[in-house]
């Protein structure tokens, strides 16, 4: 009895097994909003595929997501292909993308503004980082394709303006998946050349013919090199990101050309120009220091330069006769104070001074002489001192402190007792 009945398993398989034997479901077109999307650390992509009243559940593999040239994200509108299936752990049917567009615009259209979006907030188009172009430069750099009409329009171009430029070419892709590789060692490698200017284009063709210039590894080359790069990719009315990180944008090839070297006439004009202020400018100097000159030549004492000695022999007159009065001052002062020293009563009777001075100190001994503690002890007194203090008092002492006494011929240690 319980062999009609099968298990979850079984039925889920024999659903399974329908619906990937089924042609019609092996590849399928939908349109519908995302939500739920969620990009795997692995590169897998899920999401939820929806309309007004269905949903779907999707899943795109890291192979197919690799082909796709924008970041799906919650609320875009999308066209995808892909083939139904069921997931077996839950019993769901979900879609397996292989490829997937925005709905209504082009996949390059959507990666390259978000890239465009990307670059923009990390700084790589600031104005502040971007380098001064040289005005004359000696060597220029270009990166393109070595056959086509760019790089013969630019040749062409700077050779007419600028014949003393230096011009090197660095062969690259410009069109193709290998493209962006290319054109980044070609960057690279013009970093050995010593370049004044660098020149990055192509000419012009459709999205996907200058997508390699919308890639984000050419952006960021472009961007840390340190010489000067113009861009020139496609028509005048192409924009690419290389357009926007360059350190100038030139709407063609032949346009990049013209903005990396001067006009030929223009230098010499203005090289003409320069000859004709430097002229002006040396000959209003010359005139300025000839009048200066005539002017100290017409001074008094270039008329009579014996005048200057004159004057000097006079002054030296004046302060040599100041010299010698001064002179005979002091000496007469000092003479002066040396009779007045010399004729003084000390000079004059010196054992009288010496007399009484000697008779002055001998009174001062004898009047000290009665003061002194030493005739004290001699009438049979004596000093006495504890711990070097000396003692006038019974109450500074108590039992058993040790004293000293001193006599005329010495000292005695006692105690209390």
């Known amino acids: 009895m319980n062999d009609k009945y099968i298990t979850v398993t079984q039925l889920t398989r024999y659903i399974k097994y329908k619906i990937d034997n089924d042609v ?50 919650d609320g875009m509108k999308v066209l995808v292909t892909g083939k139904i299936s069921v997931f077996e752990a839950n019993g769901g049917y979900q ?4 490829d997937m567009l925005e709905d209504g615009v082009g996949n390059l259209y959507i990666a390259y503004e978000q890239l465009k979006k990307k670059l923009e907030q990390e ?17 220029v750099g270009v990166v393109t394709a070595p056959t086509g009409a760019a790089i013969k329009d630019i040749i062409s171009t700077i050779k007419r303006r600028w014949p003393l430029a230096e011009i090197i070419l660095f062969p690259s892709l410009v069109q193709g998946d290998n493209a962006k590789e290319d054109i980044v060692k070609q960057i690279e490698r013009s970093k050995d050349y ?29 961007y840390a090199c340190k010489t000067p790069i113009i861009s020139a990719v496609g028509h005048e009315i192409d924009f690419t990101i290389a357009d926007f990180v360059a350190d100038l944008r030139a709407p063609t ?13 223009d230098v010499e004009n203005y090289l003409n120009q320069l000859k004709i202020r430097l002229n002006k ?24 330069p014996i005048a200057i000695y004159q004057a000097k022999e006079l002054q030296f007159d004046s302060i040599l006769d100041r010299l010698k009065y001064a002179s005979k001052n ?27 001075q000697k008779n002055k100190y001998l009174q001062l001994i004898s009047k000290l002489e009665p003061l002194s503690p030493l005739l004290t002890i001699k009438r049979g007194y004596a000093i006495t001192k504890k711990e070097d203090k ?8 108590k039992k058993n402190d040790k004293i000293e006494l001193t006599l005329t011929d010495g000292t005695i240690d006692a105690k209390i007792l």
Do not use: C
Not at 28 to 36: M, P, Q, Y
Not at 205 to 217: T, V
């Open 123 to 139: 700084g790589l188009f600031r104005q502040d980082h971007k380098k001064t172009i040289p005005k004359i430069p000696t060597r």
């Open 24 to 73: 019609n479901l092996n590849e399928v077109f939908l349109k519908g909003e995302i939500s739920n999307f969620k990009a795997h650390s692995r590169g897998h992509f899920y999401f939820t595929l929806k309309d007004e009243t269905s949903r779907i559940n999707a899943i795109m593999f890291a192979s197919n997501t690799k082909k796709i040239k924008f970041m799906p994200q």
């Open 253 to 265: 090839p032949t346009g990049a050309a013209e903005l990396a070297v001067p006009q030929k006439t």
């Open 194 to 222: 010593n370049l004044d200017t660098l020149i990055v284009g192509r000419g012009g063709g459709s999205i996907e013919d200058l997508w390699p210039f919308n890639e984000e590894i050419v952006a960021r080359s472009i």
């Open 95 to 98: 879609i397996y993308i292989n």
């Open 330 to 356: 002091i000496l007469s002062i000092k003479e002066k104070k040396y009779i007045s020293i010399m004729s003084s009563y000390i000079f004059q009777n010196p054992e009288k001074i010496i007399t009484s």
């Open 281 to 304: 400018a040396i000959q209003h100097k010359i005139n300025i220091n000839k009048q200066k000159l005539e002017e100290i030549e017409s001074r008094y004492i270039f008329q009579n």
């Open 390 to 397: 000396i003692i006038t008092s019974i109450k500074q002492l």
